[in-house]
């Protein structure tokens, strides 16, 4: 991590301040603020994290929106035995690109990928490369991250803090840099319950973190994590919290916004409802619950679900981009970008409406009809864990082995229960966040601006937007076709009766070994059936005395 300490040292001294555009050029010629698609109009834009889920949404918007845009240079590395150039390619095939691909079916060419590895030295970017973007950049959009929460310290810090600031080097570098926009996440500072747009004193000084970490192995460093990320539950918020300390530091040489968005959902509106691509955070819960796989899960009913749709993330994120340049605050300024102060809705409203959709357009091939509870008691999950969860997953490898399967439902239930551990936290407690920027920003927007670059989520439906969340993660997730859908239901009316069966027979099954065993146990069936017999003597008597 040598480099990494370098490349601080670098930052914190005499970096050369960056040579910013002219403001006037964004007035129109009557004086008035240019709109958003004509400020991005001729404008070269860089975008790290373009393969990611919001990147690509930020990518796909930019083109539909702002087709003026001149360039679209996205730092991306080769990965899975792709090259760059095939990863973007693939990328621009997919569905997300339809509709930019109807506007302008020649879009591909306002794309530019420069091969960049993060957690390298000097991003691992050419010198060719660097030559040409600090000589055409407007504008850069630092999307990148790893967003697991179970990422090592080490290697959660190279990514989110020192990329960072490697490319805040680069980008005062840039001589017609206008902008430096930064994603962070409303959980970076999830320690605390009321959260402003205001950036928090780090936890530790990052340059200090960095030197420490840089002598020890591995395993030290893991076993002294859980210690230095202190009240925070992961090396994620722990580092994303750095990473705006290290942001805020250059604010006085670059203009700079951060975004925070608290949990990114499917698409609301654009480009169509219910876009998702990932497993990530609820959308995988959905999936396992829609599947009949997830019965049970820790989450408080009451609690605020803060989710925000992607596009109304994207959306903000080019309005700030716009107004950073544009109106260059001196300072930093923070975009709280949630949904819980202005249109909330909670986890046990969530749940309700998750599972009436799935029921409504169900999944292929569930295993258990789509049936989960959210529970905040620790005792109760506990039982469900063991009698809808572990106990039908032995049922079914036991079933699998005799048909000379492999098992597999026991392996899959406890990568199930690695993934809703680590998301409980967030589904378990409350958080209020300031989002007067936001509102700032709404009303600096022209009204054809806030039509286009619709970031107000007053006018959000939960129920609608759930039920398209649902949908979304049948069709973009899981690639399954609509058309399926009357087999589907054909499939949960099967587990319906199998289950049905299954449980008169184990009723009559356990109440056979009683009764033939215990004396108490025959004397209270007896006891049952007479009074059902009295009961029902007793009804028809009245009902002939009224006839
Ligand atoms: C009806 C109920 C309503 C209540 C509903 C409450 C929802 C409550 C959400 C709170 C949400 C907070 C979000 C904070 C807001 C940010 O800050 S956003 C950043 C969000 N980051 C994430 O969500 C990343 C979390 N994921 C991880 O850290 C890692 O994927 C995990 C969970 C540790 C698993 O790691 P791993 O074992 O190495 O495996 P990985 O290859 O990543 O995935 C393994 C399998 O798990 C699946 N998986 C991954 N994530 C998930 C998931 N979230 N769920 C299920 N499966 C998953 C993968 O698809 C994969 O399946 P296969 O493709 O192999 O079949
Ligand atoms: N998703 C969410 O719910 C939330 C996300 N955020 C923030 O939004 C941003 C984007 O998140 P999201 O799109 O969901 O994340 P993804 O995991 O989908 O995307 C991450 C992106 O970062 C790139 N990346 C990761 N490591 C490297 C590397 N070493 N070199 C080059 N590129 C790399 C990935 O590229 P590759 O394809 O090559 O892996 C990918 O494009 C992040 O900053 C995150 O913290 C904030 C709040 C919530």
């Given at each position: 991590m040598c480099y990494l300490r370098s490349c601080i040292v670098k930052a914190g001294g005499t970096g050369r301040a960056t040579q910013m555009g002219k403001t006037g050029e964004e007035t129109g010629a009557d004086g008035s603020m240019v709109s958003i698609a004509d400020y991005y109009a001729g404008k070269n834009v860089l975008i790290t994290g373009a393969t990611g889920f919001m990147g690509k949404v930020l990518v796909e918007k930019l083109l539909r929106s702002c087709p003026e845009v001149q360039t679209l240079y996205l730092l991306v590395r080769p990965k899975a035995g792709q090259s760059m150039h095939e990863r973007v390619s693939d990328m621009m095939k997919c569905k997300l690109f339809d509709r930019v691909r109807e506007d302008n079916p020649d879009f591909h060419?306002?794309?530019?990928?420069?091969?960049?590895?993060?957690?390298q030295p000097a991003l691992a970017i050419s010198p060719e490369d660097v030559e040409?973007?600090?000589?055409?950049?407007?504008?850069?959009?630092?999307?990148?991250?790893?967003?697991?929460?179970?990422?090592p310290l080490k290697h959660a810090l190279q990514l989110n803090v020192m990329a960072t600031q490697q490319l805040l080097n680069l980008a005062q570098q840039m001589h017609h840099l206008q902008a430096f926009i930064h994603i962070s996440t409303a959980y970076a500072n999830c320690n605390r319950r009321h959260i402003d747009e205001i950036i928090?004193?780090?936890?530790?000084?990052?340059k200090k973190l960095i030197d420490s970490l840089e002598w020890m192995e591995d395993s030290i460093v893991r076993d002294i994590t859980p210690r230095l990320i202190g009240d925070r539950p992961n090396t994620y918020t722990y580092t994303k919290a750095l990473a705006e300390c290290v942001v805020q530091r250059e604010s006085s040489k670059l203009s700079i916004g951060i975004i925070r968005p608290s949990i990114v959902g499917a698409s609301w509106q654009e480009p169509f409802p219910g876009w998702i691509d990932n497993f990530n955070g609820p959308s995988g819960v959905f999936i396992a619950a829609g599947k009949g796989i997830l019965r049970t899960m820790r989450a408080n009913n009451d609690a605020v679900a803060d989710l925000i749709p992607v596009d109304v993330v994207i959306n903000l994120t080019l309005a700030a981009g716009w107004y950073t340049a544009v109106h260059r605050p001196k300072a930093a300024l923070v975009y709280n970008c949630t949904t819980g102060g202005i249109n909330p809705f909670h986890w046990?409203?969530?749940?309700?409406?998750v599972m009436s959709s799935f029921k409504r357009n169900p999944l292929e091939q569930a295993f258990r009809r789509p049936n989960a509870n959210i529970t905040s008691n620790?005792?109760?999950?506990?039982?469900?864990?063991?009698?809808?969860?572990k106990f039908p997953a032995l049922i079914y490898d036991l079933y699998l082995r005799l048909s000379g399967q492999k098992p597999q439902m026991m392996r899959i239930f406890n990568r199930l229960h690695k993934a809703i551990g680590l998301l409980e936290y967030f589904s378990s407690q409350d958080w209020e966040w300031n989002s007067e920027n936001m509102n700032m920003l709404m009303s600096h927007l022209s009204p054809e601006d806030r039509k286009t670059f619709n970031f107000d989520v007053r006018q959000l439906n939960w129920p609608e937007y759930i039920e398209n969340y649902c949908i979304g993660t049948k069709k973009y997730v899981l690639n399954e076709d609509m058309s399926d859908i009357p087999a589907a239901k054909q499939h949960l009316r099967k587990l319906r009766n199998i289950r049905y069966t299954f449980n008169t027979l184990l009723l009559?099954?356990?109440?056979?070994?009683?009764?033939?065993?215990?004396?108490?146990?025959?004397?209270?069936?007896?006891?049952v059936v007479s009074l059902c017999f009295k009961f029902l003597s007793y009804f028809r008597a009245s009902s002939t005395l009224t006839n």
């Open positions: 060419q306002k794309i530019v990928p420069i091969s960049s590895e993060l957690t040409r973007l600090t000589s055409c950049v407007n504008i850069i959009f630092h999307c990148a991250a790893t967003i697991r929460f179970d990422e928090y004193p780090p936890p530790v000084e990052p046990g409203e969530i749940e309700h409406h620790y005792l109760m999950n506990q039982y469900w864990i063991l009698v809808s969860h009559v099954f356990i109440w056979r070994v009683f009764i033939a065993r215990s004396q108490m146990a025959r004397n209270i069936w007896y006891f």
